[in-house]
């Protein structure tokens, strides 16, 4: 899957995935308005009101991009019905032929782990049948646990060719609190990006791993060295626009390939429709906006990529 | 909900959680051969003998015990339909009267949590209903990314009055990979514990927290040092039984109170008619078997108690 993920990025020119985290408060009222006309105002009403905002979005920018990510967390706050639209959402964007990044950071242990890694990314046996749970192509995972944690995870990769993202340094204000602490000398989240890189090795595609890292857009002097640290990993990298990442901060997640990162953007893309910049747009053509938002990530990451 | 969990070791005398974490490999052939009969070998099949195998043990030990773990990756893995007995096997318990944690281990930050405190402990808003997703007493959660990722589960707790239990020190041979590592001359672990002691102090039931902490049973010396690191809080302690934690070993998790754990077995219990010592119950009486296996585990544990 790391191929197909390569052969997108090559194609579409455009390094970067867009997040599916769809929260209420972003969901245009006429889309609501319809899908608690049609179930009331349950957990249908919204998973429905999910799904339709979600497959606007993506007619509209499927050809642009090599992939997405939808958040699980967002999908599952809406209980079974969220995650029959998370499910949903999967298979309707591998139809169109994206790659699906499942944000689960899921992370257990032994069996647990493998349970989780036939959830998102194989196969269930049931009697004598092989059946596909939810099926993404990459799934987000949490390291805290350990190499027990991880090599599950890391089996069904290998059998069903699918990949990773390994939480290494996350986005998000207080990260180090934990991530930063001085282990021999170096910050602990060098210690997991060289677990990473040895992960890795064990499961490569061609020129890259199908074993990735996450490493935030708002650390860029981190990212430098994580570059370094994993060489062969490509690195999904959240925190760019909403969280403060700038374009200029990311072109070291790269590597001289110019592959090497795939940029997420989430609620810049899907929610443009309510910033200032795109508001000409209007609620009813909210995924025009996204489109908008969509070819101009591209050019802000691409030109700085140039620029380099 | 933790003043529920107290009165309920209380009355049961059972300082104990029986783990709700079925794999196919556990559940005797009747049950799945009659579903499979009724819905083919599919999702759906084995979400129904789970369902059926979970309610048979349930109905058989409700009565000798405080709390149930359903650990949700084992439902995860039968995609939609598994996650619906999931829902339905948290929903049978509380009717039973048990505290039910949800071993979920998620963690994210800002909204991203705040939606997986939602899903498994809170309650949703749809236009102008407040919803319940899953409806757990507890979660488990994962603190690598830090307070920004346990703050909103916190948040949600205190609302709702439900508690956490946050991964510290687990019990998998790799734990020691990342959280036994040196920081400023201690273990990392100890210093997520006394994380979890200030997240606890800000979220305080009567004698105990709301914020509870994870430490195995396979680590006795540092579940020593992390009981008083953690005064307040709760320990759910994995590994007993199957994974080596013995009796003796855990009565240093305990306050001299006699509560501030509370002890999990699995496998042990759910699949004991599989181990020698309760063969004589059959395959056909799996759930007398488990009975008999969650007595013997209350006495071994209150023995070494008293014998301390």
Known sequence: MIQKLIANIRKTNAPVVVGLDPMMGFIPEHITKKAFAEFGETLEGAAEAVWQYNKAIVDEIYDLIPAVKPQIAMYEQFGIPGLMAFKKTVDYCKEKGLVVIGDVKRGDIGSTSAAYATAHLGKVKVGSQLLTPFGEDFATVNPYLGTDGIKPFIDVCKEE???????VKTSNPSSGEFQDRTVDGRPLYELVGEKVAQWADSCMGEEYSYVGAVVGATYPEMGKVLRKVMPKSFILVPG???????ASDLVHYFNEDGLGAIVNSSRGIIAAYKQEKYAAFGAENFA??????????????????QAR
């Open 240 to 246: 760019y626009g909403a969280q403060g990442g700038k």
């Open 288 to 305: 025009g906006a996204s489109r908008q938002a969509v070819i101009d990530m591209i050019e802000d990451i691409n030109g700085a990529l």
């Open 161 to 167: 060719k699918k990949g990773l993202f390994i939480l």
